[in-house]
């Protein structure tokens, strides 16, 4: 999948380690893995990313950081949330440049009182006033980075950074073999600070092979959304060559498998998508795909799952369908191919 979500009444020790592994992070009491996101009304890639805490050495950077900062105090214990806390949140959370969550309560907890993960917190102090804090959980050999906030007067300190480093430094003296700071979004430059952190021992989960590669290796060229942009439109521009009726579409649904009410369904999930207007049928459509996992082209019958309410500005009735893959009925890697395909599949294709 590539948008998938769990909800389970716990995750201790190997069993976090394995959802890491396989690009999965935590979202409230839950745990999420996604290739794909809205971010600012645009479509963008999300990059996984792990560092070898073994091979890992502490760079310039973190001893500078050290030396900036020694003259507040750091402490590690379990988190918990606290007014003191909160209320340090929301002055970070107004000068933030992007939309964090209402609340530590809300980001950690959901607004639940049980915690399936085992959380951890460092909090830095000037002498007496709480400066920044941030979170991270552990498995048994992995920990991840789930959040860093600070004091805006204190913005010159870099104590993000130093939140980062410290938790880098805490796990790898307890023996972790990894740490996982989330994923990063090729072209936002609000992420490139992931980049910057262990980049000696970083590495990305490859969406092509499966596997994890140095981010050395990272092609900027080969950025998964853009590459199923691209053979999109090579395909479309084939079909306008033949006056064939068609239009590339973004599949709104296509994260819903995230949901906690319609999880474990195992609905479709390309963002973007060929469709043919003229299929009146909103039951059974025919979807046409570029999967980047195998580089092909898939034309998918899809049976409607759910529906939400009607909206008055939807350009077709399918819009407000869920739909879940019912049948793969062509795959080829070559565009020429698959429009033959559609002439024989699709009823009234012209």
């Given at each position: 999948m590539f948008c998938d979500a769990h909800f389970p009444?716990?995750?201790?020790?190997?069993?976090?380690?394995?959802?890491?592994?396989y690009g999965w992070f935590r979202m409230g009491q839950s745990i999420f893995t996604t290739h794909f996101l809205r971010y600012n009304k645009e479509l963008k890639s999300a990059i996984w990313l792990k560092i070898n805490l073994k091979e890992y050495n502490f760079d310039k950077k973190h001893i500078q950081l050290r030396k900036l900062n020694n003259k507040f105090t750091l402490e590690v214990k379990l988190a918990s949330v606290t007014p003191e806390k909160e209320e340090l949140y929301a002055l970070y959370k107004n000068n933030a440049a992007?939309?964090?969550?209402?609340?530590?309560?809300?980001?950690?907890?959901?607004n639940q009182e049980n915690n399936i993960f085992t959380t951890y917190e460092i909090t830095v102090r000037d002498q007496e006033r709480l400066i920044a804090c941030g979170y991270f959980d552990i498995g048994q050999e992995s920990a991840m980075g789930i959040s860093c906030f600070y004091h805006p007067d204190y913005k010159k300190f870099s104590l993000g950074k130093l939140l980062i480093y410290t938790k880098l430094e805490i796990c790898k003296k307890y023996g972790f073999k990894y740490f996982y700071p989330g994923y990063f979004v090729p072209g936002n430059k609000k992420?490139?600070?992931?980049?910057?952190i262990g980049t000696s021992q970083l590495s990305y989960l490859d969406i092509y092979s499966d596997k994890w590669k140095p981010i050395s290796?990272?092609?900027?060229?080969?950025?998964?959304?853009?590459?199923?942009?691209?053979?999109?439109?090579?395909?479309?521009e084939l079909m306008h060559s033949f006056s064939m009726h068609h239009q590339i579409y973004f599949y709104q649904f296509f994260d819903i498998n995230m949901s906690k009410n319609i999880c474990g369904h195992l609905l479709f999930d390309f963002p973007k998508v060929i469709i043919f207007p003229f299929l009146e049928n909103v039951n059974e459509m025919i979807f046409l795909v570029f999967d980047v996992r195998d580089m092909q082209y898939h034309l998918i019958q899809c049976l409607s799952f759910a529906h939400t309410p009607p909206d008055e500005n939807q350009k077709w009735k399918f819009e407000n369908h869920i739909f879940k893959s019912f049948e793969k009925l062509f795959s080829s890697k070559e565009a020429f191919e698959i429009v033959l395909a559609c002439k024989h599949y699709i009823?009234?294709?012209q």
């Open positions: 009444l716990s995750i201790k020790g190997r069993e976090l380690d394995i959802y890491l592994e992007f939309e964090p969550s209402n609340s530590i309560k809300s980001l950690l907890f959901s992420f490139d600070y992931k980049l910057q290796n990272f092609d900027y060229a080969a950025i998964p959304i853009e590459i199923m942009n691209s053979k999109l439109n090579e395909i479309s009823p009234n294709f």
